[in-house]
């Protein structure tokens, strides 16, 4: 009998936690039991059961892990004992694992032997690597194709343009400064009207014969930072871009180092200035090399509940 938290129910569903406290008030889960700090926990197989989700597939489930090199073997002890952890928390009953030191394949290695052997013979029903997934659109929105109704999604083809829209919305492009305006795929060109176009490299992919191997967009306008990125612009310093879509269209962020500023440091030979803000007034206090008060000036402010804020006014006084 397995017990699963909220977020753990949640999770291979593709919903949020939101959603299934949601569907626990509608009566559509199974009731469920409380741990002594009050927390939800659900029946592994009552939840299946009650939302129609298909049992683990049988058949006998290889787990594969392996590192580079020998100095690795603590990760190697990890990453193995983390797939078999998940895979049989996953409901999946025969459940084994093949460790593997160092890059390559070692076809003399016993572990890897059996593994072939159970796959030529057909008792392989599934083979587990710890290989970094690269997913696109959320891995809840990719989730949710195998649970369309209780994703509100009427079907499949409602999802899958929801999922076109979901992965397709930005692009990015890594800059370079050994390319030409920092970038190789996307470039800022300044015209002569002093504005500023960019220059896009379309994938030949989505290229029809006479199509223009370049997208050009004019008046690229920014509001921040553009005599920095002018400087930039003309040191060819390398410009990472990133093409963003929303609600309000398309949008281009650039992104770039700054040159370090210049250090400076306070020189009290000649005094210093003391400024104290606070929350209704402003201190100001002017010392001599010798931290001797020369000067000191008060501004009380009134509360923002009046319907103006004013200042008394002050001088510096010796």
Not at 111 to 127: I, S, V
Not at 133 to 138: A, D, H, K
Request: overall charge positive; glycine content about 8%; hydrophobic content about 40%.
């Amino acid at each position: 009998m397995r017990l699963l938290s909220i977020g753990e129910a949640a999770d291979p569903l593709g919903v949020a936690v939101g959603t299934l406290r949601r569907w626990h008030r509608q009566g559509r889960l199974p009731s469920a039991g409380r741990t002594v700090d009050g927390h939800r926990r659900y029946l592994h197989d009552a939840l299946r059961a009650s939302l129609g989700t298909a049992p683990a597939l049988a058949g006998k489930t290889v787990c594969d892990a392996r590192v580079a090199s020998h100095d690795q073997a603590e990760q190697l002890k990890t990453q193995a004992a983390r797939l078999e952890k998940h895979y049989v928390e996953a409901g999946f009953a025969d459940v084994g694992v093949v460790t593997d030191l160092g890059s390559g394949l070692n076809y003399r290695k016993k572990g890897l032997q059996r593994l072939l052997m159970d796959h030529l013979r057909g008792r392989l029903a599934r083979l587990a690597a710890n290989v970094p997934g690269i997913c696109f659109g959320t891995r809840k929105l990719l989730g949710q194709q195998h649970h369309l109704e209780l994703a509100r999604f009427d079907r499949r083809g409602a999802w899958l343009r929801e999922w076109q829209a979901r992965r397709s919305h930005q692009v990015f492009f890594v800059g370079s400064k050994d390319e030409t305006a920092g970038n190789q795929l996307c470039q800022l060109q300044r015209t002569a009207d002093g504005a500023y176009a960019l220059k896009i490299r379309v994938p030949d992919r989505l290229l029809s014969p006479r199509d223009d191997r370049y997208l050009v967009i004019c008046d690229v306008i920014f509001d921040y930072d553009r005599a920095a990125l002018g400087t930039a612009l003309e040191a060819n310093v390398a410009l990472s871009w990133r093409l963003h879509r929303d609600e309000r269209g398309w949008r281009a962020f650039v992104s770039f180092n700054h040159p370090a500023a210049e250090k400076s440091s306070l020189d009290v030979a000649h005094g210093a200035t003391g400024i104290d803000f606070n929350v209704d007034h402003l201190a100001v206090t002017e010392t001599d090399p010798f931290a001797t008060c020369q000067a000191r000036a008060d501004s009380h402010c009134c509360s923002r509940m009046y319907p103006q804020v004013g200042a008394t006014p002050c001088s510096l006084t010796r």
